[in-house]
């Protein structure tokens, strides 16, 4: 039976992907889409591209009868996001792609977001997104919170290594290179074409990026002691991906082998033979994360690198990935769509 | 029952997009690729964004058996195309992307082509395969001839308003914007990152653009005498898109009238509300085409505006569609992807 | 004797270009910045490509001192601008890069615009700043008013066109396509990299864009009776440059012939061999403005297409060519930089 | 007196730039112009940006008198260029930009270069030139070699704080973001506009780089003992610029010292003030070199960041630089063009 689908916050880009992507799952239909600043919008007027489509009419969160909505997706900003889950019926189950549930410490939320965290009970209640290590508890949970996309992706690569135990500890470097389309469709004079098409930057430099408050949390977790890691993004002129350059102390055999292990039945993570190097434009609009490893010059050192796409498996379809977890619905469905190359 | 594929050519952009829309498509299965310069190697090498497919080994063409083939696309280059086709079983179905069998008249095609035709049976045989127009044609035809990008472009907006008699047939100009992938992967200076990017200008201007064979035999037909438009293309750096941008003579709101008349139940071509204009990025990777029309300040006379994916609509996605038709599987089967956008 | 130079609006791109040329200017020294949103902040700051020059901080425009002034720019926004330039100093020189002084007449200034006029007397006075057809007037000159970007691309080809009679005025069509930083810094949605970036559309169709009231003005003026042309704008995702591509009745010859006798001269005007087409990517960055003539097919038809940068030549370069002249200065001084490709 | 001027490689990007360059140099004048493939053509026509330029036609190498030429710039490729320069007078001065000469000792050449050196007396008396550390050498010598982009990039950034000795020399990283154009003008499939477009990824992983010869050969120089770096490029889709990220080990206010004491007196670096960051963007098309210092939240660790044009202070801005030195101009001569932003 087609499930029911609200989506809140549905004028930004999370908003629309998750909309491309039910628009071809034969299991979904989308029932109610939120976005206060835009009610009473058609979605052809806010998304152009998503005329073709037979869509409900954007309409303020609290006009939604939440009756007979099998899951809702959550796609607004942090903080904005753990009042209005506040609201929603306690047995709704919930994909959440804000930052709000990511954390399980209200400490560590208080530290990296700056705000006190105004739902602890459902910060406890909430499962950590990243599916592949998570699977079995997102099956079970009401409330799934969506990763950051950088945390994903550096999670990709490093997470293995830590909790095998064949990286050091100490010297971890996750250096990221990120499209445009990850900081929102917000009106900043930094986000504008001009100012941004033809140069690239680093940001978030010397470990302020927020993405590592789920880094210190998981890579710890696994490593049963604290880890810090290193981590620089960079912006780069391009709407969609995510590079991320992992800079380790490992053997190269040992570390593809671990990955080998973890990925090998994975339907979206590809490991690359040894010595291949990924990149975005291979990844891009689908679900599929690449990862590679080479052994550097220097004896002992190993630069593993992954891509994926931030809009896609960084965050709408990693949501829907684990809706269908938590719908009973075969994981891969409506997420096998090819990259769109050129 | 699952029809079995073959591609020709599977080493250019649209023998890739190919790939990818077949690759979701429930009713066929890629059993070749073909690809002399690159046989040998596999798809996930020549096309990575490709490696999650289970697809088979790039062969030269003269190694495939075609006898559990039920369709054959063939990307080949214009001459190519028709050498290669011409060897081909007698009763395959095959769909070509090439210039070869656009073109009725062989003068014509000698012409614009600089060779004599060499199959010049084959060529009485082929449909012209602009869908919207040749559909009855094109179910029962065996072998299809993929139109010009930008001639399927300028046709969506000009064919229907010639044949109705709005507009004037003197002074039609077509002025159109191309992304980079239409020149497909040649080795050329002028097809460089580091030439095209960050900027854009004027070719083939004058009249000299071979999709003009097509616009001349396709415009006089339906106008019942010889017509003539100018048309001018820009290279625009973007990878993918045609924004087609006509000048006509004729009021607004018989245009538009003529156009809703004619595409109002065609699943692919969106006409928008008048006054609205279609954007490129609107249509990215998808099979649609949005069409706008806009009245000019200057009375009796009209903007008509269209633009769709060179890749997608413009050629594989074009191609898959005449596919559908041909083997009697659902005309949208595997078309339905919504655009990529941001 | 070095001139004393003030910039109003100095945050903005055409306030940087401007900055950006005097800096190797042997005769001029930038006494004093005004920006008010931005007052306070070291252009470094607003604009760290300037940080190895010496500059004054921006100050709000009423804290600058205009005694020791010998020419002021003014790049504010419409409306501002007038109001600002109001209340300067009556014998101080001024280049205004608005829209506010373009049209003569107020009540043209108000249809385009949307208010009336505040500044009638001031409106009489200011002398039209393109260069190269009101040279003897801009020398002496008290207020030039900077044509439109736009407005000077489609002059350069059609003006002189129309004032030699060469081609009829009845189909005139400007099919322009312009880089982003035409827009400004301002924060719009549909300026977002996100948005802009791999694709493109036309914007203000059918004769809405209020360059369109400068050609109106000056096409008519030199043809001696009322001219109208169609006038479609389109955005293209790259940083710089306008490509105008006119269509006109008239032959190719003749209409080369126009423009050789009339560029023959011109430092910044340069007129390819018939037959050739410029690109926008061969002016960046540059005061140059290339110019190509190509016959059409269509005997009586041509099209003449004109590339330049709208930040230097369409605004900032013209300022800057207009004030060496109304200074006493060598015309091309300052202005002689190459363009910067690739 | 006006210093004759020739240019052998002239028609790609590194010679394209210097003429550019040299164009606005009141000291210099272009005297021939030599490039073997594209002998015979006129500058405007492979570099149509060059056309307002009175430049001489190209001709083949050895077709070029030398006896009036002060200086040459040699912008060949690597091979081509020891076999060339062996050829040319003996007391020619001569600014060599290919990766001939940057190596003293001809079996690290061999090793990084695939063949054996054929020019092993000019190797020995070629000054390496990284204009700020070889200054004295580079004004009396007769052949400069000048830098890898990269090499220069990093070095800017690495060996002012390798010979201080305040960061550890075990565990230093370099990640590079580099644009199209340090690839050159060859053609090459994935140098295309559609492979590179909105995507991005590393290259040259694991140590394998050529430019990593000169990082070991001057980083083991500095520090009297050898040195071995982690370096990995990455191609970023912008034609323009390097980004240099370094994590190293050491105290942030330590190293911005050194950095400050290094190149308070320079013209061309730009030390930012602690905390801030450069971007590509704020150096393109000049000879300026942006450098920003930011603490680690790890304690001891720092990131210190370089931002230059690769064709401008990478490559043929260096070579004017060393030029002006070897001609007793002055150093900044020619260099002072301010980047071009937006």
């Not at 019926?89 to 990296?112: C, G, H, M, Q, T």
């Amino acid at each position: 039976m087609t499930k029911q689908i609200a989506i809140l916050g549905a004028s930004g880009y999370t908003g629309a992907e998750l909309v491309r992507l039910i628009a071809t799952h034969p299991g979904m239909e989308i029932a109610a889409l939120g976005a206060n600043s835009k009610a009473g919008q058609s979605m052809a007027r806010v998304f152009p591209h998503l005329r073709h489509l037979d869509l409900p009419d954007l309409v303020k969160i609290d006009e939604i009868d939440f009756a007979g909505i099998d899951l809702c997706f959550c796609a607004l900003p942090h903080k904005t996001s753990q009042e209005v889950i506040s609201a929603l019926p306690k047995d709704l189950k919930i994909v959440d792609l804000s930052a709000d549930f990511r954390l399980r410490d209200p400490a560590d939320y208080e530290k990296w977001y700056g705000n006190p965290h105004s739902a602890v009970e459902l910060q406890k209640e909430a499962v950590y997104g990243l599916t592949e290590f998570y699977r079995d508890e997102i099956k079970s949970a009401r409330l799934v919170a969506g990763t950051g996309c950088n945390a994903a992706t550096g999670q990709y690569i490093l997470r293995p290594l830590i909790a095998a135990g064949v990286i050091g500890l100490e010297d971890i470097i996750l250096d990221l290179k990120c499209g445009v389309s990850g900081a929102g469709r917000s009106l900043k004079e930094n986000l504008l074409h001009a100012e941004l098409s033809e140069g690239y930057h680093a940001y978030a430099v010397g470990g302020t990026h927020r993405h590592l408050g789920e880094f210190d949390q998981e890579f710890s977790k696994v490593a049963g002691r604290d880890v810090r890691i290193q981590f620089t993004p960079h912006l780069i002129p391009a709407n969609r991906g995510i590079l991320a350059t992992g800079y380790v102390k490992g053997e190269a055999e040992a570390i593809h082998d671990v990955l080998a292990a973890q990925y090998g039945n994975e339907p979206f993570i590809e490991l690359l033979p040894m010595g291949e190097v990924p990149s975005t434009r291979h990844v891009r609009g689908s679900n599929f994360c690449h990862v590679g490893v080479v052994a550097d010059r220097i004896p002992g050192k190993t630069i593993v690198i992954a891509a994926l796409d931030n809009l896609t498996k960084g965050s709408s379809g990693q949501a829907l990935q684990n809706a269908n977890l938590m719908l009973n619905i075969q994981e891969t469905e409506g997420l096998m769509l090819a990259p769109v190359f050129p």
